[in-house]
């Protein structure tokens, strides 16, 4: 009778973490990565109201973000001024061949050494100093 008790009760133990486990699971699926994958779905709708000047819309997609506190119904117009001159920025960046954000962080972290500092690879603090004069006498 006790090899039974201690059956079940071992089973029910096994039941009752796979349970856990198994909320614990989804629970964490619901992270910021999630989060994330929800931003981007929601871009191309946000960046489509801010376009067509629809602050209405603009505010039903961005109740839960951080960006609500900030833009009001008030200067609106003036986030869609920003968003436009972002836009003509980055044709022009194109248009120049310049490297964006993304394609300078990749060159940064491809140069780095190990633990992250800059080594050999990046000709170290002499040649650094180098190119922040030679940036500096660009204009």
């Known amino acids: 009778m006790t090899n039974i008790i201690s059956k079940t009760s071992i089973s029910i133990a096994v039941i009752a973490s796979a349970i856990i486990l198994s909320v614990a699971f989804v629970s964490a699926n619901n992270t910021e990565e999630n989060k994330k994958g929800q ?24 109740t839960e973000k951080k960006i609500a506190e900030k833009i009001t119904a008030e200067n609106f117009p ?4 920003l968003h436009s ?5 980055k044709e022009i960046r194109e248009e120049l061949e310049l490297p964006n954000k993304k394609e300078k962080n990749k060159k940064c972290n491809r140069n780095k050494g190990e633990n992250g500092e800059s080594g050999e690879k990046r000709g170290g603090r002499e040649n650094n100093k180098n190119k922040r004069d030679n940036r500096n006498n660009q204009f």
């Not at 003036?78 to 001024?81: A, D, L």
């Open 39 to 62: 931003h981007h779905e929601n871009k191309a709708e946000i960046q489509i109201a801010v376009e067509n000047g629809n602050y209405e819309e603009f505010a039903r997609l961005t």
């Open 78 to 81: 003036k986030f869609q001024e």
């Open 85 to 89: 001159l972002q836009k003509q920025a």
